[in-house]
């Protein structure tokens, strides 16, 4: 069996991201001149401008294909689509929107994470 998660969502939401963690776009480009070795910024800047000349299009980020199941318990499958559906911006949030101690929502994280489940970059990342 395989699962695969992708993140749908239109490049206005993208630029928001971008804007949010990088600031302006002016500010950002002058950061890729002078670190051109950080591929992932390099490719968030490309991404931003591709974006800005396209605000409509459909985005699909962040795909995961998964075979080995047997560790997703009901509980990260719980943790998973909460955050799909909330977006929350801490473990706490996250904790309080599945009804669970916070301490074992972490836990759950952490092993998600270490399988790389989702997406690069948190959810609630700021």
């Not at 991201?17 to 890729?32: D, T």
């Not at 509980?75 to 101690?101: C, F, H, N, T, W």
């Not at 790389?116 to 970059?121: F, L, N, P, T, V």
Request: proline share 3%; charged share 40%; aromatic share 10%.
């Amino acid at each position: 069996m395989q699962i695969r998660f992708v993140r749908k969502v239109k490049a206005k939401e993208m630029i928001k991201e971008f804007e949010k963690k990088y600031g302006s776009l002016e500010k950002f480009r002058r950061y890729v001149e002078r670190n051109p070795d950080d591929y992932i910024a390099l490719m968030d800047y490309e991404d931003w401008v591709h974006f800005l000349q396209n605000p409509d299009i459909d985005v699909e980020e962040g795909e995961v294909v998964i075979t080995d199941i047997s560790f997703l318990t009901p509980q990260k499958l719980q943790i998973l689509e909460a955050i799909k559906k909330y977006k929350p911006k801490s473990i706490r949030e996250l904790a309080e929107k599945v009804g669970r101690d916070i301490k074992n929502v972490y836990m759950d994280v952490k092993e998600l994470e270490k399988k790389r489940i989702g997406r690069a970059r948190k959810c609630w990342e700021s």
